[in-house]
Structures are given as structure tokens and as C-alpha cells.
């Protein structure tokens, strides 16, 4: 049985953790609707994951941006 990412009863904050308050990250989405975090410090720095396993709940990089979760 798979899940749709829309199927998920967290919120979007506490399923993807830090990730989607901060200024580094960018959300991308498929074809099917699944929401991947592409960390933007992977560019430069590479002990950042391209794409983090989340939840991720403690960065180094992590820099506070919207104060609103990423959906």
C-alpha cells in the first residue's frame, strides 16, 4: 500500500522538518505530485545532500526563511 504525499496526516512542517522554513531550500514536484526539497548548499558544500532525507531535524546550514511551511 503506497501513500500519496497529499495522504500524509502530519503537517507539511513536521514531515519535512527544517527544510521547509529555510532559505536554502527549493521545492520541487513530478508529474505524480511528489514534493522533493533540493538543498541549495549542495551546489557548493558537499557534506549537504542534494536532496535530504526528511524529516531533517538539525542543520548546520539551516537558515530561517518564510515563516510559512513549503507545501
Given at each position: 500500500m503506497s501513500r500519496e504525499p497529499s495522504d500524509d496526516p502530519r503537517p507539511p512542517r513536521a514531515s519535512v522538518g527544517l527544510c521547509g522554513l529555510c532559505a536554502n531550500h527549493r521545492l520541487t514536484?513530478?508529474?505524480?505530485?511528489?514534493?522533493?526539497?533540493?538543498?541549495?548548499?549542495?551546489?557548493?558544500?558537499?557534506?549537504?545532500p542534494k536532496?535530504?532525507?526528511?524529516?531533517v531535524v538539525?542543520?548546520?546550514?539551516?537558515?530561517p526563511g518564510d515563516q510559512l511551511p513549503s507545501e
Open positions: 514536484r513530478n508529474r505524480v505530485g511528489s514534493r522533493f526539497y533540493l538543498c541549495g548548499l549542495s551546489k557548493e558544500d558537499p557534506r549537504y536532496y535530504p532525507v526528511l524529516p538539525s542543520c548546520e546550514g539551516y537558515v
